[in-house]
């Protein structure tokens, strides 16, 4: 890789992530008894970043993390594949982001998440972010979330929007969207849930899919994938209506197939993969991320992943 190559921008959070199985959710007032406790670096930017440096593409993590002890800690597995932290700020007088995640048996998951240090961003903040996307090279894609303010999004966006880069938001939270943000956005990747506080109904069936997708679409953004409950997803765009499946595989772990998903999915856009089969590489980081306890820990490498959709695929 060269100094010139694009890379895969991830502005966001930067999470650090405490993790417990439980057999169920606990009930009001009650202490519910879990195990394996796992402490690990987490938050939907360093997880794109992290994923995309997995799969071979450069990447660059934008965001902030407090000056405690969490701050590094959570910056140690991105820096150790090789994604570009150097625009993290480490904020005085802030806490780390915190995550803390209740896995049931059938990895489906909870999350309180405590934004302290990711929320925490003033106009010099901003303008930094700006130049770093400014600085990028030609052909790099911005990935963005909203578990940071809204304003960092939209100037980073307008940034990549004056260089011609493909623009990648996964909407969550979903309460945080704003009208305007829609007609910048390149591809959008809501799960059901981020569905229904987007549209005001939720995702059960592929009807409904390519239902959010028009809408979405009609909102101003170009490509909705619309991921489904089974860990598939619906690509909608102004002429297009394709469903993606997801492998075959037994899910372990749901926490971070997400943002695998739209880490795969930035890095397809950087390659320029045609988009169904963008959208397939996609579904089928996505769903390897499921089959191990974690969330950085899951994500395969290149060859994993071919070697994976080669055998897995399903046909729908």
């Known amino acids: 890789m060269s100094a010139d190559d694009p890379i895969l ?9 405490l993790q417990v199985r439980a057999d ?12 394996d406790l796992l402490r690990t670096g987490g938050g939907k930017a360093a997880n794109r970043a ?8 450069k990447s660059c993590l934008l965001g902030h993390v407090g000056d405690d002890d969490f701050g590094e800690e959570v910056l140690r597995g991105p820096r150790d594949v090789g994604v570009d932290v150097s625009p993290v700020v480490k904020v005085a007088g802030q806490m780390t982001a915190l995550s803390m995640i209740v896995l049931r048996a059938d990895g489906d998951k909870t999350i309180l998440l405590a934004a302290n240090a990711n929320d925490a ?11 770093v996307v400014e600085a990028a090279p030609a052909g790099s894609v911005l990935t963005v979330d909203l578990e940071v303010p809204v304003a960092v999004v939209r100037a980073a966006v307008q940034a990549a929007q004056a260089r011609g880069f493909k623009v990648l938001l996964d909407p969550s939270p979903a309460e945080r969207m704003q009208d305007d943000l829609y007609a910048m956005i390149d591809v959008i990747t809501p799960n059901p849930e981020e569905t229904r506080g987007l549209l005001g109904f939720a995702v059960e069936s592929e009807a409904d899919a390519v239902r959010a997708g028009e809408e979405l679409v009609a909102r101003g953004v170009g490509v909705a994938c619309v991921k489904l409950p089974d860990g598939g997803a619906a690509l909608v765009s102004a002429d297009r209506r394709e469903f993606v499946a997801p492998l075959d595989v037994e899910v372990v772990d749901k926490t971070g197939a997400g943002d695998a998903f739209a880490g795969a999915l930035g890095v397809a ?3 320029r993969q045609e988009l169904l089969q963008a959208v397939k ?3 089928a980081a996505s769903s390897l991320a499921c089959t191990v306890y974690g969330s950085q820990q899951s994500y395969p490498d290149r060859g994993q992943l071919e070697r994976a959709r080669g055998g897995r695929e399903r046909v729908r």
């Open 24 to 35: 169920r959710w606990p009930g009001p007032g009650e202490t519910l008894p879990v195990r």
């Open 281 to 283: 590489f996609a579904a």
């Open 50 to 57: 992290f994923l995309a440096r997995r799969l071979g593409v």
């Open 9 to 17: 921008l991830a502005l966001g959070s930067i999470n650090l992530d």
């Open 269 to 271: 856009l950087l390659e």
């Open 121 to 131: 961003w003033g106009e010099a903040d901003i303008e930094a972010a700006v130049k």
